[in-house]
């Protein structure tokens, strides 16, 4: 069964301070892996999103990473914001076949002043 | 241009009654997908159309759950008999077409609560 499993669950940090969140995958055959940024009573919105051959992507202070091999990526925040609490969700979808892409539980993330 | 919009927002309801939720899609938009997100949980899929195509229903948890899509481009997803198990939140999502590669646009979703 396809699965994606997001680390941690919750993370709380200062306003200014950097950090990575995990994503691990059992998704094959695999086509792409997106990143996505949900605030509170809002749709999630696609912050990056990485093909096989990709190992980096950036969007401004977001960066993600991806180990095709190891069927891990990350999430690394620079600089973090207020706005950037939020849950942000591993998205994985596979090659041909389904069209269901198989949704992470999120790490919910609290940036504190 | 306008996104993906769902309608009522929020939605409170007596368990056994019926419930209709709205989605409007973004316009151009041929694949149309119905999630539910509870709460801690990732999204749950429900149900996939593309174009004319049948939908893809493998996802809808019971017979009370369905939904229609008409002239391409508005659905609506039916609960019937609601319980309690089906508070949640119901969110919309569209894309350009079938591609793995199109990205996802969300509505902002409609909470539902059956007391």
């Known amino acids: 069964k396809n699965q994606v499993e997001q680390s941690p669950q919750s993370l709380i940090i200062l306003e200014g301070k950097n950090c990575t969140l995990q994503c691990n995958y059992t998704v094959s055959p695999f086509s792409n892996l997106r990143w996505y940024k949900q605030d509170t009573g809002r749709g999630p919105v696609s912050l990056t999103i990485?093909?096989?051959?990709?190992n980096t992507k950036s969007n401004g202070r977001y960066t993600a990473t991806l180990d095709a091999d190891t069927k891990q990526s990350s999430l690394h925040i620079t600089a973090s914001q207020l706005s950037d609490s939020a849950s942000y969700i591993c998205?994985?979808?596979?090659?041909?076949?389904?069209?269901?892409?198989?949704f992470g539980r999120g790490t919910s993330l609290i940036v504190h002043p | 241009g306008a996104g993906v919009s769902q309608s009522p927002s929020n939605k409170v309801t007596e368990k056994g009654k019926d419930v209709e939720l709205r989605c409007d899609p973004i316009s151009g938009h041929t694949a149309l997908y119905w999630y539910r997100q509870s709460l801690g949980q990732g999204l749950e899929f429900l149900i996939y159309f593309q174009g004319n195509s049948a939908p893809d229903k493998s996802g809808l948890p019971s017979d009370r759950f369905s939904a229609e899509r008409t002239g391409g481009s508005v659905s609506t997803l039916t609960i019937q008999r609601t319980q309690q198990e089906d508070s949640a939140v119901y969110l919309c999502?569209?894309?350009?077409?079938?591609?793995?590669?199109?990205?996802?646009?969300f509505g902002p979703g409609t909470r539902l609560t059956v007391t």
């Open positions: 998205v994985v979808r596979p090659i041909g076949g389904s069209y269901i892409p198989t």
């Open positions: 999502a569209s894309c350009p077409g079938a591609l793995e590669i199109y990205e996802q646009y």
């Open positions: 990485m093909t096989f051959s990709e």
